[in-house]
């Protein structure tokens, strides 16, 4: 029995770059350039409009590219901290307890 991989497949900037100008520039609909590309069409589509964000003709309030990077970088950083604060809060409840007996 295999299993389904939840995981998408991983393309290059590079690959993602290339399929976005060929999508813009074919006669093709993007669900046939994504057929001949071996890519899903949903996929095609959303490097279409995050590129179309990216150079600043997307919807109101779309993030960009390095908008997304930098927001999952300070979650990330966000976290860490929260995880620090829960820690020291532990040890500084242990001492308290350890300098009252």
């Known amino acids: ?3 389904k991989s939840n ?3 991983r393309y290059p900037a590079e690959f993602k770059r290339d399929a976005v100008a060929l999508a813009r ?13 071996g890519v899903s069409p949903e996929g095609l589509r959303g490097w279409v409009k995050q590129d179309a964000v990216d150079r600043g003709q997307g919807t109101s309030g779309a993030l960009t590219s390095a908008e997304r990077e930098e927001l999952g970088r300070l979650r990330r950083r ?5 995880q620090t604060v829960t820690i020291l809060k532990k040890a500084t409840a242990l001492f308290a307890t350890d300098t009252l007996k």
């Open 25 to 37: 520039s074919s006669d093709k609909t993007v669900t046939e350039v994504a057929r001949g590309l």
């Open 78 to 82: 966000n976290r860490e901290l929260e």
């Open 1 to 3: 029995m295999s299993k």
């Open 7 to 9: 995981s998408s497949k």
